[in-house]
């Protein structure tokens, strides 16, 4: 898991955490609520830029909180890749 910070093409900059990529599809936590696993086509990760000075645990427990704080259920794969 990558953390990373992300800009589409007519959107705003988040935050958050590569949690798998395929051939295909990159999946992703964004720092948004609802928190949960997006999926995003392959050709978005030109967006995406890895912050090599965050660490993986941090980001994680932040989403933890982000989550909490907005008292938002996390699915059951979300719970697994934040654990």
């Known amino acids: 898991m ?3 910070r992300y800009r589409s093409e007519n959107g705003p900059v988040r935050h958050g955490l590569l949690v798998k990529e395929t051939a295909s599809k990159v999946y992703v936590i964004l720092v948004e609520a609802p928190v949960h ?44 890749a934040l654990a």
């Open 2 to 4: 990558i953390p990373i």
């Open 37 to 80: 696993i997006r999926k995003l086509p392959k050709s978005e990760r030109r967006f995406m830029v890895e912050l090599e000075n965050h660490k993986e645990k941090t980001v994680k427990r932040q989403l933890r909180q982000f989550a909490k704080d907005r008292r938002t259920k996390l699915s059951q794969e979300c719970k697994e």
